[in-house]
């Protein structure tokens, strides 16, 4: 399809690019919001890794004291998937600001006049 099919000619007989339908819209924002439900699914995963490793060395291994916990804050899987957390919650806010931003701005540029609906007869 090459430019000029997608565009139309108006009363004027002026080009103009066809507008963007709600479908589109929709398909844009619903990817966003699975792209924010995806990241928020890493911060699980990197907490339930770091929970599993936590409660294992603190408890089993050191016996619930003041120094399991301090191994168990300490140990290279735990800092790991702190890690990927803090990396998936800088991911996830920004991208809940692009949906913010999406939603604050979806009909900004809409030319299409409202459809009046007509009263029963």
């Known amino acids: 399809m090459s430019y000029r099919d997608d565009?139309?000619?108006?009363?004027?007989?002026?080009?103009?690019?066809?507008?963007v339908d709600?479908?589109?819209?929709?398909?844009?924002?619903?990817?966003?919001?699975?792209?924010?439900?995806?990241?928020?699914?890493?911060?699980?995963?990197?907490?339930?890794v770091a929970g599993y490793e936590q409660s294992f060395i603190e408890r089993a291994v050191e016996g619930s004291t003041w120094s399991g916990y301090f191994a168990a804050q300490d140990h290279p899987?735990?800092?790991?998937?702190?890690?990927?957390?803090?990396?998936?919650?800088?991911i996830t806010l920004a991208g809940l600001g692009l949906l913010i931003w999406d939603l604050l701005i979806i009909g900004k540029d809409e030319t299409r006049p409202a459809l009046k609906l007509s009263e029963a007869d």
């Open 7 to 19: 565009c139309h000619l108006t009363e004027g007989g002026v080009h103009q690019l066809p507008i």
């Open 22 to 48: 709600e479908q589109s819209k929709l398909v844009g924002l619903v990817t966003r919001i699975r792209l924010i439900a995806a990241l928020f699914h890493g911060m699980t995963v990197a907490l339930l």
């Open 77 to 90: 899987w735990f800092q790991q998937a702190m890690a990927w957390r803090l990396l998936c919650g800088f």
